[in-house]
Structures are given as C-alpha cells and as structure tokens.
C-alpha cells in the first residue's frame, strides 16, 4: 500500500494552465477507473473534483479536466485563477478493496 | 442536505483508547460504503479504513491493522471508529467519507461506483502524554 507519487508543488500564472501528475501501479491507477481527485484549501475538508479518471461532479468548473494513461494519471487546471491554489490529492481505489491516496500536490497561482 | 458529522476527538496518551463516530443524514446510508480518512498535522492524506454497505466486509491500512475497527449501525446512520494502542504517530485530523454506492438486497451488497463524495469536517485526534 506505497503511496501514489505526485509532485510536491507546481505554479502557475493566472490564465495559464498546470498538469499535476499522479503514478501508481497495476493494483490501483492502472488496474481500474477509480482514480479521483480531490481539492483541498487550508483549515477544510477535501472536495472531490473529479472521479472515474475523467468526470466531474455538478458544480465543479469545466477548467478542471482529468486523464490516465497506463500507470498514470493526469489532472489538468486550465484558465488558473487564484482560487485555485489549493493542495490537490490524487486517489484510487485498489484490488485489495483499499484506498490510496497520492503525496498531495500545492498550487502556487503567481 | 448531504452531511457527515465527527465526533468523538481529543487528547490521549500513548497506549489508550478513544472511540470516533460519524452521523450521517441527507442520503440513504445503507447504499453505501464508508471510510475514515486521517491527516497528520502538515501532511497529506492517509486512507485509515472503509466498510461495506452491510457491514459484512472491512479493510485497513496496514498501520492499523489489529488496532483500529471500523464499525457501523444502519439504522442510526452511523460509523464508529474504535482506536487502541494508539500512538503518537495516529495524531491527525481524521474524516469520515462516503466512498462507494450501490444498493443491498436479499442477494447481496452491489456497488456501482468508488469515489469519496461527501466528507466531513473532520475531528481532531492529540495522542501525546
């Protein structure tokens, strides 16, 4: 039950757009659909926004967009806005019936 | 409204005990599996455990595995979370998520998605002496 790797920090300029990575294994990232990611801002609980690699629940904003290839999957934050820095976690459900979760990633908007 | 609320932290030292618990309201709990989540102070999120619709499968991460139980009661739409031996290293933040969905019937439990939904603010667990 090792960790999914993502980058310990990105940035990014207002309008500019950020790819955080997120790499597993077989057993959990490349063996499903089940890879999520969630939001979170300081002080408060996770939000999810995306799921099943690709989708995103009502509400969240379309600049949001997620995909996988092989072990490894991507979320893209297009048009950044400041309210998008936030620390950013990627999950996935396993074989063994777990959770996974990813290191955590912080987004700086410059 | 959808909602989870924790209950159930504070300080305890090393070796004790401490029972967390999460009521559920807005959704119908028992279609759906249930996890707790923990945060370290300064650190990433750690999935701890989850239990099936019924309650008739659960799983750990390994670094509680034999102290931790997860536990739930479907007619009072509540998740408990009974930690012993508990080391400084399980201070954190701990949440509790909705984390899968699907339905019960006389034939089993069957779950159409896998993704955590709704989450609660979280509540916040010192082990220290």
């Known amino acids: 039950q090792s960790a999914l790797t993502q980058p310990a920090s990105v940035s990014g300029s207002p309008g500019q757009s950020i790819t955080i990575s997120c790499t597993g294994t077989?057993?959990?990232?490349?063996?499903?659909?089940?890879v999520s990611w969630h939001q979170q801002h300081p002080g408060k609980a996770p939000k999810l926004m995306i799921y099943d690699v690709s989708k995103r629940p009502s509400g969240v904003s379309y600049r949001f967009s997620g995909s996988k290839s092989g072990n490894t999957a991507s979320l893209t934050i297009s048009g950044l806005q400041a309210e998008d820095e936030a620390d950013y976690y990627c999950?996935?459900?396993?074989?063994?019936?777990?959770?996974?979760f990813g290191g955590g990633t912080k987004l700086t908007v410059l | 409204e959808v909602q989870l609320v924790e209950s159930g932290g504070g300080l305890v030292q090393p070796g004790g005990s401490l029972r967390l618990s999460c009521a559920a309201s807005g959704f119908t709990f028992n279609h759906y599996w249930m996890s707790w989540v923990r945060q370290s102070p300064g650190k990433g999120l750690e999935w701890v455990a989850n239990?099936?619709?019924?309650?008739?499968?659960?799983y750990y991460v390994e670094s509680v595995k034999g102290r931790f139980t997860i536990s739930r009661d479907n007619p009072q739409k509540s998740l408990d979370l009974q930690m012993n031996s508990l080391r400084a290293e399980d201070t954190a933040v701990y949440y509790c998520?909705?984390?899968?969905?699907?339905?019960?019937?006389?034939?089993?439990?069957?779950?159409?998605?896998?993704?955590?939904?709704?989450w609660g603010k979280g509540t916040t667990v010192t082990v220290s002496s």
């Open positions: 239990i099936k619709q019924d309650g008739s499968e659960s």
């Open positions: 998520a909705r984390s899968g969905g699907g339905y019960c019937s006389s034939t089993g439990c069957y779950t159409f998605y896998y993704y955590m939904d709704v």
């Open positions: 999950s996935s459900y396993t074989s063994g019936n777990t959770w996974v």
């Open positions: 077989s057993s959990d990232v490349g063996g499903n659909n089940y």
